[in-house]
């Protein structure tokens, strides 16, 4: 499989070794530096105003948790400046793996230890510029006044011994007293002791984990002009707890000393690897905004000669793109609450006759001897029906005891405590519960009653004084109370504009209820079991705003579903937790962040509340010119995590990155990093998608991806005075098409499938249900989940070779992981690209998407094959419900179980989920619609979906063909019987979009293609195959190793729109018009559907065999195989549609 790019290199070479001449901005010390006495006002700085207005602290202090402190103290007459000797490094011969504390030993007497806060507005400016200072104008950025004289320079401060302290054997810095070297002139400017922005000696080889965050480009555009008009999603996608695989290194955790944490008085950065320090290490610049600093006594450290702190190895901090603090007292509202899980479970008729209630309670059991907090940990219950049902779990009882409260207007705690018990105190009745849960309901349960909002209000009312994590479980409509909703599924509405509206919820009690337990620390996780329309859209306001998880189980089935619930559930309440979370993200003046995307709560205008924060906690962010031209060279950017751990200690997660400025349109296209790209595209699109129409979030994917393949291949541009302006003589165009650049090759691809997923894909057999559920799923994946997600991969199972299955051996040179998986190094089958034309009669595929598998099965599969996998020879006229997979007992199931398995697992994760597995034989109409529509590479029957892999990237490549589809945008459907303006094809029109396949093959015909129809149909024609594409004689079609066999004789093959809504929910036979908003064209086609081989359901055209790539040079996906010899000769393509604006 050829598989998708590795990721353009992550490390940039340092610049060139060009010493910059001195810098001598800073006037010298003996001229008026002096500081002002204490208690002096000091004048606002010039661009101060960069950070937004500080609130009231009074205010601040209720917004942000009164998490402040006041700002460092400068450093006290009389202190002495020593560095501290080196420890033991991580990137040392000798040192040990894993995270290392770093402990800085005491401070010389009279040194300061203030440590500021992270949540503190900018605070006043300390007194320690120099008043004469303030009243020059600053200098203009790059000009660098001459040098003082040398008798100007001011001598070296005298080294003191110092210690530091590490949990390896430290060592002095120095074997003897070095020479002091020459200070470096510092540039400042003279107005509140800021300069321009200026950066140098940046070392790029410092960057983040690739694990914790990704960025979508390694390089920044220079002008805000050029960023619009290349299109490219400037932004990142972090994870900030994601764990470490066994051949990383843990995050480095610094305990800070007597000076507490270093920050910048102004934006409150923290230090990191790219501040640029000045006068010998007494000050440092901020690379954020620009301020100038003083160094903290117990901090300092002299500079070398290319003004590097000496220490800067032995400190994390000042040489990694990530690190941990301990975070002082001074960083908490509170002390550290104990870890505390909560569950609210529906004992409705419906969750205790669908075995829901027996698998919440027998996970929860499993789960308790590895809950977080060792034995801090707490544990509360409630159940509801049509009244709640709180729980006393006092240590000394033998059984727990149940208080029903039935007025759901007047709730009420009927007992103060032991509703919410120490687990190691009380595990003898907590057991006892779960024990006896499933069978407390199971005579007289509740039929379709569900009080959902009160049950919340009552378990808010137990748990707001902690805080922690709530779990919910609900199988029905909540129909009672508070919260209450009303069935408002429309079929009408789906596959059209207003189909928005079933995405929205309708009512804000939800999101109105998420706020307040976000404000007191309460983070809930829903897990619903619909058997009919449940509204996600509403009940998911609860995780969204909580930074909670949302698990849809649709016809939940207790021995299918069970085990993957089980074990989702137990990851989730198992996995390592942060506590009271908030994170801030910062950039370099001139960029700003402009949009978040994830679980969370905005208080104010950056900071995201996180009440719960996981290894599987992801989120991202927007990058975007604040100024129209960038007058640094570098941008930082500096992602900092506050949280308290599941051992009670207070921590700051600080990750920070420099990136390279550039004005070149090749230098940025060629670092962009495709597979985050189409992660935060996603992520925007679901943006979209909710303040307008799912049409508009297709067309956005589209015009995001042509935008970018056009700079991609436009090449640089000259520019004059910030325009664009043609190139010379000799940048005269020779009339050949620049190719794709390679990290681009699969853009387009991955654009296409982005806009057939389920989240955006039109038409009218997507339930809304579904879609939220699919929506929820995008705005919280990490990248290499979605990359699964986005383009599945699809395996041949009948013909995989023998080593496919077992452990191999792995170059450790081998960058393409898409030929094994799995902590094992699985050996992965051949893996073939999505399109129906790989099916064959006699194969078994399986499909995986990263969130559920699907086996396809075919009618002529090996019998002996069949018996080794199913226990059968046939699967005809068998009831597929009784239907399960061997994964062992047979040496084709037991490396077929291995490759499911190796596909789930991975490095860094020690949970396994087992997925949902979908067994699909070959001519079930009902399956297969779902199935096709993973077929991303053919065409389907909705606006902006018409498109095949070769005709999207005809169109990407000639967006403004002349002679395209006539005047609507690209890929929409045509009007009913209207021809085609502008169409020229070669032969007869075709079936339109929306047609099933033909009912047969007619003869062979010279003018068109195989399945035509008369040309007396006014629709839209399907292109021919365009160059390189080899178009295969009707004969051809009836074999069954070249595409899909003839039905099977029980009867016609539905329509793809009476196919059921996916995900399991009842089967909906409207008649709703599809998303281009034009009625069906079905008329003569309700009897005698056509054969199966002609093409899948859900796109209804004649297949089409793309074994070879077209003109242009574009990338083949994944699995491609060279076209058949002896083909037809090659056909051209009509012109693609006009670009939509």
């Known amino acids: 499989m050829s598989g998708f790019p590795p990721p353009p290199g992550q490390g940039f070479p340092p610049p060139p070794g060009q010493q910059q001449p001195p810098n001598n901005k800073f006037p010298p010390p003996n001229h008026g530096a002096f500081p002002p006495p204490p208690g002096a006002a000091q004048p606002q700085p010039p661009g101060a105003g960069f950070a937004p207005p500080p609130a009231p602290t009074n205010q601040l202090n209720q917004v942000m948790g009164n998490m402040s402190i006041q700002a460092n103290q400068p450093p006290q007459p009389g202190a002495s400046f020593a560095p501290p000797p080196p420890v033991a490094s991580a990137s040392q011969p000798g040192a040990p793996k894993g995270p290392t504390m770093f402990t800085p030993g005491p401070p010389p007497p009279g040194a300061p230890g203030g440590a500021p806060q992270m949540m503190q507005p900018p605070p006043p400016h300390a007194a320690s510029s120099a008043p004469q200072m303030m009243m020059q104008p600053p200098p203009q950025f790059g000009h660098q006044p001459p040098p003082p004289p040398a008798g100007m320079q001011p001598p070296a401060p005298r080294q003191q011994p110092g210690q530091f302290h590490s949990q390896g054997a430290a060592a002095p810095f120095y074997p003897q007293q070095p020479a002091a070297p020459q200070m470096q002139p510092a540039p400042v400017a003279a107005g509140g002791g800021m300069a321009a922005p200026f950066q140098e000696n940046v070392d790029f080889s410092i960057q983040i984990p690739e694990r914790l965050c990704l960025f979508t480009t390694n390089k920044i555009p220079q002008t805000a ?14 994870r900030p707890l994601a764990p470490a695989a066994c051949e990383e290194d843990e995050v480095d955790v610094v305990q800070p000393g007597n000076a507490g944490i270093i920050r910048c008085k102004r934006c409150r950065t923290y230090i990191n690897a790219f501040v640029t320090w000045l006068e010998n290490g007494r000050r440092w610049r901020c690379n954020i905004c620009a301020q100038l600093n003083d160094c903290p006594s117990t901090y300092f450290c002299h500079l ?35 870890p505390s899980y909560f569950f609210v479970l529906d004992v409705s008729a419906t969750a205790v006759r669908s075995g829901m209630l027996h698998s919440a309670a027998s996970a929860i059991r499993q789960s308790l001897d590895d809950l977080p907090g060792r034995g801090r940990t707490k544990v509360g219950f409630i159940t509801y029906d049509n009244s709640v049902h709180y729980y006393n779990l006092a240590p000394d009882l033998s059984s727990p005891q149940m208080m029903v409260v039935s007025d759901l207007k007047e709730l009420f705690v009927p007992l103060p405590e032991h509703l919410l018990v120490n687990l190691k105190e009380s595990r003898g009745v907590v057991e006892t519960f779960l024990e006896n849960l499933p069978d407390m309901f199971a005579k007289n349960p509740v039929v379709s009653q569900s009080c959902l909002g009160p049950a919340l209000k009552a378990a808010f009312t137990v748990v707001k004084s902690i805080g922690g994590k709530m779990c919910v479980f609900q199988t029905i409509q909540p129909n009672l109370g508070d919260g209450s909703l009303k069935p408002r599924e429309n079929h009408a509405l789906m596959g059209t504009p207003n189909e928005v509206k079933l995405l929205r919820p309708d009512i804000s009690w939800y999101k109105d209820t998420a706020v307040e337990f976000s404000r007191q620390q309460i983070s809930v996780d829903m897990y619903l079991f619909p058997y009919q329309y449940m509204d996600l859209a509403a009940l998911g306001e609860l995780p969204r705003y909580t930074a909670g998880n949302l698990h849809s189980y649709a016809s939940f089935n207790h021995d ?14 198992t996995q390592t937790t942060a506590f009271e979370a908030v994170m801030r993200i910062r950039c370099t003046k001139g960029m700003r962040i402009t949009n978040f995307y994830g ?50 200690e207070r921590r700051i997660r600080v990750m920070t990155q420099a990136l390279p ?19 935060l595209m996603s992520k925007q699109a679901l943006e979209l998608c909710y303040k307008t129409t799912l049409d508009n979030a297709r067309m956005r994917l589209q015009q995001t991806c042509v935008d970018m393949m056009r700079a991609a291949k436009g090449g640089d541009k000259r520019t004059v005075s910030g325009y664009s302006v043609p190139p010379g003589p000799q940048g005269q165009s020779d009339g050949e098409e620049k190719p794709i650049p390679e990290n681009l090759e699969l853009l387009p691809l991955n654009t296409l499938a982005l806009m057939k997923n389920v989240a955006f894909r039109g038409g009218t057999d997507v339930h809304p249900d579904e879609r939220t559920q699919s929506h929820h799923l995008l705005n919280t994946m990490w990248v290499d989940k979605s990359r699964s997600f986005i383009y599945p991969r699809m395996f041949a199972i009948h013909d995989m070779e023998d080593a496919a299955g077992l452990p191999i051996e792995v170059n450790p040179d081998d960058e393409s992981s898409d030929h094994f998986a799995g902590r094992e190094n699985i050996l992965l089958p051949e893996s073939v690209n999505l399109s129906v034309e790989r099916l064959t009669s006699d194969g078994i595929f399986l ?99 018409t498109y095949s892999y070769a005709e999207f990237m005809e169109f990407v490549k000639n967006p403004g063909g002349a002679g395209g589809m006539g005047r609507g ?3 929409s459907m045509p009007p009913p019987h209207a021809p085609q303006q502008g169409m020229a094809p070669p032969g007869p029109s075709g079936p339109p979009s929306n047609y099933g396949p033909p009912q047969a093959p007619p003869p062979p015909m010279q003018q068109g293609p195989p399945g035509s129809i008369p040309s007396h149909q006014h629709a839209m024609p399907p292109p021919p195959p365009p160059m390189g594409m080899q178009h295969v004689p009707p004969q051809q079609h009836q074999g069954v190793q070249h595409a899909m066999p003839p039905p099977p004789p029980s009867g016609p093959r539905l329509p793809p729109q009476q196919g059921p809504p996916s995900g399991g929910y009842p089967v909906q036979h409207h008649q709703g018009p599809p998303s281009g908003g034009y009625p069906q064209q079905q008329q003569g086609m309700q009897h005698g559907m056509p054969a199966p081989q002609q093409g899948p359901p859900s796109g209804g055209y004649p297949a089409q065999h793309q074994q070879g790539p077209p003109s242009g040079g574009y990338a083949p996906p994944p699995g491609h195989r060279p076209p058949a010899p002896g083909a037809p000769p090659q056909r051209g393509m009509p012109p693609p549609p006009p670009q939509y604006r």
């Open 599 to 648: 679980n969370f709560y905005i208080r104010g205008t950056d900071l995201l509340a996180l009440p719960n924060c996981n290894t599987d906690s992801v989120f991202g962010f927007d990058l975007a010119h604040d100024e129209q031209n960038m007058s640094s060279s570098v941008v930082t950017v500096q992602a900092a995590l506050l949280y308290t751990s599941s051992d009670g």
């Open 560 to 573: 299918k579903d069970g085990p993957r619930f089980e074990a989702e559930l137990n990851k989730n309440l």
């Open 225 to 238: 002009g050029m960023a619009t008009q290349c299109k490219v999603p400037v932004g990142a996608v972090i």
């Open 304 to 338: 070398d000669e290319q003004y590097h702190r000496r220490d800067r190895l032995q400190r994390p901090e000042l040489s990694k793109g990530v690190v941990e603090f301990v975070a002082p007292t001074e960083y908490m509202v509170r002390p550290p609450q104990e």
């Open 661 to 679: 400025v550039t004005s070149l349109t090749t230098e940025l296209m060629s670092s962009v990093n495709t597979d985050a790209v189409c992660n």
């Open 847 to 945: 499909l995986d998407n990263g969130v559920e598998m699907n086996l396809w099965v075919g009618r002529s599969a090996d019998p002996i094959l069949l018996q080794a996998l199913f226990g059968t020879n046939s699967l005809e006229n068998v009831d597929m419900s009784h239907i399960k997979l061997n994964t062992s007992g047979d040496d084709v199931a037991t490396r077929l179980g291995s490759i499911m398995q190796a596909l789930r697992e991975d490095d860094a994760d020690p949970f396994v989920i087992s997925p949902k597995l979908n067994i699909i034989r070959e001519g079930d109409a009902r399956m297969e619609a779902r199935f096709f529509w993973y077929l991303v590479e053919d065409r389907a029957s909705f606006q902006g979906g």
């Open 969 to 971: 945008p690209p890929g």
